[in-house]
DNA sequence: AACCGTTCCAACCGCTTACTA
DNA sequence: ATAGTAAGCGGTTGGAACGGT
C-alpha cells in the first residue's frame, strides 16, 4: 500500500514565502511535475504535497496567464458556465493560462454579479422573476461588453450531432440551459452559440471510442445518472472548443 | 487617523475518482 | 475483489487591500 502523501502535524499552512516559492520552481525546474508526495521533502519544503501542487498549478507554473480577464474571456467563461456549470477545471481548460481556481474565484467575484445585476440567475442563466432587471439588460453601460451574453445564456442546441454521445448527462446540461432566458417562452432569439461539441473537439484520445462504449455499456447496465462524467476532459487542448 | 464594511483571491478542506498493492 | 492512497476537483474560508465615513 501507499505511504499517506504527507505527515499534517510536520507541514506549514497558509501563505507561501518567496523563498518556499523558489525553492518550489527550482524543483520543478530541474525534476519536472513528478510525484507530489515526494516533491516537499526533495524540495527541501515544509509542505504537504498537496499544498505544493496547488501553489504550482494555480499561481507558480509559468504558463499562466494573470491579471484581468479580457472581454472574450469573459464572455466564454459565461457561454461555458451556461453550458457546463461550475466544472471550472472544463472551463478553465478552455482559456488558456488560466486555472480552475482563478475562473471560479472570477465568476463569483466579478461575473455572477454581473449576471445578476442583468437580472440574469447565474445558477441557471435564465432571467430572473425575482432579480433585479434593467429595462435594456444587454446595452447598459459598462456592461455592454457582455453584449454576447444573451447567446450565452443560451442557444438551446439544434442537433445532438456527436458521432458518439459523449454522455446523456451533458445534454441533459446543454439543453437546460438551452432552455434559458426563455421567460416562460421563446421571446428572444439566440443567434450565434454554436454548442454542436462534436467536431472541435481537437484531441481524439485513442481510448475515446472504446471509453464512450465501456461508459455507455456500464450506464445503461446500471442505469447510471451521475452527470459528473463529462468525456471532454480528457481532452488536454486548451483550443477553444465551443466557438469557432 | 481610526474604524468599519466590502471585495478579492490564495489557500485550505473535504469529497470523488482513478489507480495500485 | 478489495482497500488504501494520490491526484483532481469544487466549495469555502481567512485575511489583505481597498473605499467610505
Known amino acids: 500500500m501507499r505511504k499517506p502523501c504527507c505527515d499534517k502535524q510536520d507541514t506549514k499552512k497558509g501563505a507561501w514565502s518567496k523563498q518556499e516559492d523558489q525553492k518550489l520552481i527550482d524543483y520543478i525546474r530541474k525534476h519536472g511535475e513528478g510525484c507530489w508526495r ?38 466564454l467563461i459565461i457561454k461555458l458556465h451556461a453550458l457546463l456549470g461550475n466544472r471550472w477545471s472544463l472551463i478553465a481548460g478552455r482559456l488558456p493560462g488560466r486555472t480552475d481556481n482563478e475562473v ?31 429595462q435594456n439588460p444587454i446595452s447598459t453601460s459598462s456592461d455592454a461588453k457582455l453584449s454576447g451574453l444573451k447567446s450565452c445564456v443560451a442557444e438551446p442546441p439544434v442537433t445532438k450531432s456527436r458521432g458518439f454521445d459523449i454522455n446523456n448527462n451533458i445534454y441533459d446540461q446543454v439543453s437546460d440551459a438551452g432552455s434559458c432566458l426563455l421567460e416562460d417562452d421563446n421571446s428572444c432569439s439566440l443567434p450565434d452559440l454554436n454548442l454542436d461539441l462534436t467536431t472541435s473537439i481537437p484531441f481524439t484520445p485513442v481510448l475515446v471510442n472504446h471509453d464512450v462504449e465501456e461508459r455507455q455499456k456500464h450506464n445503461h447496465e446500471s442505469n447510471a445518472s451521475e452527470p459528473d462524467q463529462v468525456d471532454l476532459h480528457v481532452s488536454p487542448s486548451p483550443t477553444l472548443l465551443l466557438f469557432r
Do not use: V
Open 38 to 75: 515526494t516533491i516537499p521533502q526533495a524540495a527541501g519544503l515544509l509542505r504537504c504535497g498537496k499544498s505544493c501542487r496547488l501553489r504550482w498549478i494555480n499561481y507558480l507554473r509559468p504558463d499562466l496567464k494573470r491579471g484581468n480577464f479580457a472581454e472574450d474571456e469573459e464572455d
Open 104 to 134: 471560479k474565484n472570477y465568476w463569483n467575484s466579478h461575473l455572477r454579479r454581473k449576471l445578476i445585476n442583468m437580472g440574469i440567475d447565474p445558477n441557471n442563466h435564465r432571467l430572473s422573476q425575482n432579480l433585479p432587471r434593467p
